[in-house]
């Protein structure tokens, strides 16, 4: 090879390396990933905007913040943090919110509210995915919870992921086994578990859910004072579907997200399995005992939790979109 033709095929190679060095830039660019205040430039009032939206809509509806709250844990925990839960059937799909696991899911008028207000704001540029993390921070708030700082830069799935609920979300019937597995899929270990669970400090739970425990005979593991109690509030073995007959989590303290929860499941008092479990098993039962005693630990772990579950898969950079409304898709032509 002449000097001539040497000069030329390292000036190319050179140039290649750089072009390739310049794409990276470029697609680092492009996709940063999921980053603190992700809207800075592009839309700097979307978080106060949503939070400003959940304290008029929680001043209004005080259980919105149950919902808000619950909506990480049915988006993010399966597959990805893209809100597809929000998606409405279509004639092809069926909405994860109209499956079993998504039983008693409602409020979701109001995240198209939040949504609302931020468009109005800033055009088609915050996901309806971030949307749905961040009110659900703010909820936590709402209810007494602890201020969880998180990324945002997530955008929108295109499709419901109905028929993978079951493999992604444990029932309230599980064994712990299967719960702790679930969760450690995603990254979430024993105490994030345990604190997680914790989430049913607030709310309540429908008859439908619990009353296995109750008929045709008490589950002998229950308080007898609680049974008493639950027998008032779910007097029907086979609860009317159309009655909204429920129990509240925690009577002591129904609105606030506390660590009084882990008081009552050591009580006997946990109305679901799950929570009956959570405190009996070995391997869960002494993260129960320091959550009862410490508030603060609780907190810790809860935000811990939250944190690795609301960055679970995200689509980020070009990936999926930024739905117009959160419960359709928009229309690609």
């Known amino acids: 090879m002449g000097s001539k033709s040497l000069f030329l095929f390292f000036a190319l190679l050179c140039f290649s390396v750089s072009l390739r060095f310049a794409f990276a830039d470029n697609d680092e660019e492009a996709d940063p990933g999921l ?15 949503i939070r400003e939206q959940v304290r008029l809509l929680y001043k209004r509806h005080k259980n919105t913040a149950f919902s808000w709250l619950r909506n990480i844990f049915h988006d993010c925990a399966v597959e990805s943090c893209d809100a597809s839960l929000l998606l409405d059937s279509t004639r092809r799909t069926l909405s994860e919110k109209e499956m079993d696991r998504s039983f008693g899911m409602r409020n979701f008028r109001y995240i198209e509210d939040i949504k609302e207000a931020v468009e109005r704001e800033c055009p088609g540029v915050v996901s309806c995915a971030d ?46 086994s299967v719960v702790l597995e679930r969760f450690s899929a995603i990254g979430i270990d024993t105490p994030g578990v345990v604190a997680l669970l914790g989430a049913h400090s607030v709310g309540r739970t429908h008859c439908v859910k619990l ?10 593991a229950l308080n007898p004072q609680h049974v008493e109690h639950m027998l008032h509030k779910c007097p029907d073995a086979i609860p009317d579907p159309k009655a909204v007959q429920y129990v509240r989590n925690d009577r002591g303290t129904p609105m606030v997200l506390d660590n009084n929860y882990y008081r009552n499941i050591l009580d006997n008092k946990g109305l679901m399995l799950v929570d009956h479990q959570l ?15 410490s508030q603060g630990y609780f907190f810790k772990e809860f935000s811990r939790a939250i944190t690795i579950l609301s960055e679970n898969n995200p689509l980020t950079g070009t990936k999926g979109e930024i739905r117009k409304q959160c419960n359709v898709a928009n229309k690609h032509h």
Request: aromatic share 6%.
């Open 35 to 49: 980053v603190m205040n992700f809207y800075k430039d592009t839309c700097p009032q979307a978080e106060d905007i």
């Open 131 to 176: 949307i749905l993390v961040l009110s659900g921070r703010d909820g936590i708030v709402a209810l007494g919870g602890p201020y969880i700082p998180l990324k945002t830069g997530r955008r929108d799935g295109r499709k419901s992921r109905a028929e993978l609920l079951e493999q992604y979300l444990p029932d309230h019937n599980e064994s712990m």
């Open 211 to 220: 009353v296995h425990r109750l008929y045709p005979e008490v589950d002998s």
């Open 279 to 293: 405190a009996v098993d070995k391997r869960t039962k002494p993260f129960v005992k320091k959550m009862a005693k």
